[in-house]
């Protein structure tokens, strides 16, 4: 049986941090859904349409084995307003669920009080509900248990290989790589 993994999409995500992670997972062989907050089709900060899968209300995430939030301020600030988005991030950072954000969506977990004692990053200046000593120095991508987080952008596909990784294991992660001429 195939794993499953659900992109939390809402209007203004970062295309690149929401389908970039999306196409890795699915080169690996894993189901990959896209849920939308704000509607069955979701644009993205950069204007790019998207057809929902489902909408979040319809889909029980606790279900999914990787749940993934992408960056982009506005859609990150739909997604806060979104209260299951909050109740799926308490429950994946207190148990041993995949958790994947990049960008901006790891301030979610800050601002909730789930990043303590943990090691995560975001973009650079999202950083301000962060505990003391939680983000590196270097901006990349980070694993600390069933947390995977990246600071950008220009870390999408890295991202992606990681929550590969992290849900299927370091081989597919590497097939996926070599297969996408990733060095």
């Not at 389908?19 to 890795?24: E, K, R, V």
């Not at 960008?103 to 977990?109: E, F, G, I, N, V």
Request: proline share 5%; net charge negative; with cysteine.
């Amino acid at each position: 049986m195939a794993k499953t993994c659900a992109v939390l999409l809402a209007d203004g995500f970062e295309t690149i941090e929401a389908l970039a992670p999306a196409d890795c997972l699915a080169r690996a062989g894993a189901q990959v859904s896209r849920a939308g907050c704000t509607g069955s089709t979701v644009t993205s900060a950069q204007g790019v349409p998207v057809v929902c899968d489902a909408e979040l209300a319809d889909v029980d995430l606790a279900s999914f084995d990787l749940v993934i939030v992408p960056g982009g301020l506005g859609g990150v600030d739909n997604l806060r307003a979104c209260p299951a988005v909050a109740a799926e991030l308490k429950r994946r950072a207190t148990s041993s669920d995949l958790l994947g954000c990049i960008c901006a969506a790891p301030a979610l977990l800050a601002e909730n009080g789930l990043l303590d004692g943990r090691v995560a990053t975001c973009y650079p200046g999202c950083d301000t509900d962060f505990p003391a000593g939680v983000r590196p120095e270097k901006n990349g991508v980070y694993r600390d248990g069933n947390l995977v987080t990246a600071s950008g952008p220009a870390f999408a596909v890295p991202f992606g290989l990681a929550l590969v990784a992290a849900l299927l294991g370091e081989e597919d992660a590497r097939r996926v790589a070599s297969a996408m001429l990733v060095e």
